[in-house]
């Protein structure tokens, strides 16, 4: 077996010169670097942290699939569960985990997802009509703040009912601002006690408080009536379920973590996904005219529903290629939970492991020209011949984004 210390990476007795590069450099760019001068398996040693940089298809399998148990959403997710998600579906763990995910499930079925279609249709409709007022006046669109708007508007009423356009704007935005203080803590050496009076800290405490009032309001106007009267919602139809073993409902703690939860993972992902698809199209006009031709034989005249998709797979395959480019989540993290070995190199326990698609994706040995934008790579003739773990732009294994095919 291969000594953890053979590893060819940085080392450092200090934990803040290395992490202070990652947060000057920002982490995607870091992890890049670390790729292309490492290789596929790098080590980070940052004083008592040890860190293992994953790029190779076959060590992804590894960790995510074969010995998924022993890679967990550990330490390295404390400051998100802390500051943000809580115990939702996105940071719980083993049993919690498990009972979550199948209560969540249904949800996201094609089944499910096709109850909310009729919101995804009429958010695209009232944008391209604010797009066309745009045009007639030679106004440019900002398209990250477009996709922005749109995804918060589908998340907010399939999840709450939301209809105001007012109230939309401002859960976004104060969710964002959590959003952003928590991703700032994580990623900075030197972070303060959330308690100390800085202006950040107030900011964050007070957007805390006004999104869980805001949920909280909405359980407690659900409960004063008939639950056959509430709104065809995520919230009420979690409020609705049951545990499968003891029958309870979801305690309104959960229901909150849940909430933030599908927020926080649908809304700014999705939206910057389609922000690059936008970007990769407006440099391939080629391409955006392939898809419009198909569009309007899929759909003719008629108003197209999420079925209608079916029949535009090159639509599909330009947006797997903007994600193998942009994946929705660059980099993810694992904690390591016994010793194990990968290709014969020891992996202590306690070691943290950063999988990093964007690379994996960009990876010579798996994809031809992969710096180049080319959606007939994913026709079913060169797919079917390509590693299965080439490809995770939304992690993989059984801990792969639930709602995946949503976004």
């Not at 209809?163 to 601002?177: F, G, H, P, Q, V």
């Not at 309001?217 to 049951?242: A, G, K, T, V, Y």
Request: aromatic share 10%; proline share 7%.
């Amino acid at each position: 077996m291969v000594s953890t210390t053979k590893v060819p990476g940085r080392f450092s007795p200090f934990i803040v010169d290395i992490a202070l590069e990652m947060y000057q450099k920002g982490l995607l760019d870091f992890f890049m670097d670390v790729w292309r001068t490492y290789g596929d398996f790098a080590r980070l040693q940052m004083g008592p942290i040890t860190m293992f940089v994953v790029a190779h298809p076959d060590h992804v399998r590894h960790i995510m699939v074969t010995n998924a148990q022993n890679y967990v959403k550990g330490p390295s997710y404390d400051t998100i569960r802390k500051l943000l998600l809580g115990n939702g579906l996105l940071t719980s763990t083993g049993e919690t985990w498990r009972k979550q995910r199948k209560l969540m499930a249904p949800f996201f079925s094609p089944i499910g997802i096709a109850a909310f279609d009729h919101i995804i249709i009429s958010t695209a409709e009232m944008m391209i009509q604010r797009w066309r007022e745009h045009a007639a006046k030679a106004q440019p669109v900002e398209m990250l703040d477009e996709m922005m708007f749109a995804t918060a508007t589908i998340i907010l009423k399939a999840l709450f009912s939301t209809e105001s356009d007012e109230t939309i704007a401002e859960l976004r935005s104060t969710i964002e601002k959590m959003v952003a203080f928590t991703v700032n803590r994580t990623f900075n050496p030197v972070s303060l006690p959330v308690w100390m009076p800085l202006k950040s800290h107030q900011e964050y405490r007070q957007a805390r408080q006004k999104v869980l009032a805001y949920i909280d309001q909405l359980i407690e106007q659900r409960r004063r009536i008939p639950p056959e009267q509430w709104p065809d919602d995520l919230l009420s139809r979690l409020m609705n379920s049951r545990d499968e073993e003891s029958g309870e409902p979801i305690s309104d703690e959960q229901l909150k973590d849940e909430a933030v939860t599908l927020f926080v993972a649908g809304h700014e992902t999705t939206a910057q996904t389609l922000m690059f698809t936008w970007y990769l199209l407006s440099q391939h006009p080629d391409v955006a005219n392939k898809i419009k031709f198909e569009a309007d034989a899929a759909l003719g005249n008629g108003r197209p529903t999420l079925d209608d998709f079916k029949n535009m797979p090159y639509t599909l395959y330009v947006i797997k290629e903007a994600l193998r480019l942009y994946p929705a989540s660059p980099i993810y993290a694992r904690d390591t939970v016994a010793d194990d070995a990968i290709d014969g190199i020891k992996i202590p326990a306690g070691s943290r492991i950063t999988l990093v698609p964007y690379a994996t994706h960009r990876h010579p040995d798996f994809w031809e020209l992969p710096e180049c934008f080319i959606p007939s790579r994913w026709e079913p003739q060169y797919e079917q011949k390509r590693h299965r773990y080439a490809y995770h732009p939304f992690s993989t294994g059984q801990r792969i984004c639930i709602g995946n095919n949503l976004s």
